[in-house]
């Protein structure tokens, strides 16, 4: 292989520029040429990237986001869309290709290799909702962004004896919403994967209002519901004076964490080695803290099993 293609794709976060580095200067240890499609697949169909040296990917690996940007290319999803892009690598003369992203990222990075191209996956995702792998890049910075906001909220919450809803992100993953529960002794976390029992919810508050308790805390991950509804559905049962706020895309963002710069090292690093070994049309992964490569095909296919035990503690934890 004389020269690689990496791109990152979908929902950016951090520990990705991490990733992009330690590839990149994988593959110029080994005399490989990198091509950094700029906007994920969008910058692969319009031809759009930069030949990367090892002085371009200077000074990234403690800046949030992708330095190559990232998006959404609806015409990448297209058959014909993703035929132009197998052209494109051949006219490029790309011989392997690393997607860096979330689970659409991975589907597309499965859908080249069945056209022949030789790919392998890094998971990058706040949600972590990606089989084979205990953690996608970027999960330990955006919890540690919620932590240090929940715990800002706590105390002002005490000053008021107040109750805040705080929504966090997850549309269909309750992890960062049970662990940021976890985190900072939330009483209540509520996720898309369990149905949430608003009668308990309430007792519990009320309960805690009752013991002269001068807060209540409940994270909501966004797919299970809106903050504001779960606030105006409880605001007087439960005696506290109720507030909500939504974290938005403030966890997305910010300096990685070194759990995620070492991440995102380890993964580019093991993706080049992977390309280059021959192994192709797989996803590298931290299984009990080595990386270890999954078939895309079967990583797409399989359900990451982690959050009934998760949510369970977060309540039993929280009362
Ligand atoms: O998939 C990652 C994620 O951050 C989700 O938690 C969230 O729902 C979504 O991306 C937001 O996407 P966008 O940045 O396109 O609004």
């Known amino acids: 292989m004389k020269k690689i293609g990496i791109l990152t794709s979908g929902g950016d976060c951090s520990g990705m520029n991490a ?14 040429q990198v091509l ?4 994920g697949y969008a910058g692969l169909l319009k031809g759009d ?7 371009d990917v200077a000074g990234i690996l403690h800046r949030g986001g992708t330095f190559l940007q990232s998006a959404r ?9 993703r035929e ?30 069945r056209m022949g191209v030789p790919v392998i996956g890094i998971p990058a995702s706040i949600d972590n909702d990606i089989p084979f792998t205990d953690m996608a890049l970027g999960v330990d910075t955006a919890l540690n962004n919620i932590i240090y906001a929940v715990d800002c909220i706590k105390d002002t919450a005490s000053s008021h004896d107040r109750a805040f809803v705080i929504e966090v992100m997850g549309r ?20 898309p994967e369990v149905e949430c029992d608003v009668a308990d919810l309430c007792n519990q508050l009320r309960h805690r209002w009752e013991e002269g308790r001068s807060n209540a805390i409940i994270i909501l991950a966004e797919g299970a519901g809106r903050a504001q509804n779960i606030a105006d559905n409880i605001k007087d049962a439960i005696g506290f ?8 895309h403030y966890q997305r963002g910010g300096a ?9 090292s380890r993964f580019g690093h093991a993706a080049v080695e992977n390309l280059l070994a021959g192994q192709m049309g797989k996803m590298v992964g931290l299984c009990c803290n080595a990386i270890v490569p999954t078939l895309l095909e079967t990583v797409v296919v399989s359900e990451k099993r982690q959050q009934d035990e998760l949510h369970e503690m977060s309540l039993i934890l929280g009362i």
């Open 19 to 32: 990733a992009i580095r330690a590839a990149t200067r994988t593959a110029l240890g080994h005399g490989v």
């Open 36 to 39: 950094g499609f700029r906007k």
């Open 49 to 55: 990237f930069l030949e990367m040296q090892t002085k």
């Open 73 to 81: 290319s609806e015409e990448f999803r297209t058959v014909l869309g």
């Open 84 to 113: 132009k892009a197998v052209r494109h690598l051949e006219e490029f003369g790309v011989e392997g290709l690393i997607v860096i992203g979330g689970d659409g990222s991975l589907n597309g990075a499965l859908a080249l290799h």
């Open 172 to 191: 269909n993953s309750g992890y960062l919403a049970s662990m940021a529960a976890i985190a900072t002794g939330a009483e209540y976390a509520i996720v």
């Open 241 to 248: 004076e109720t507030r909500v706020t939504v974290l938005g």
């Open 256 to 264: 990685p964490s070194v759990f995620d710069r070492l991440l995102g």
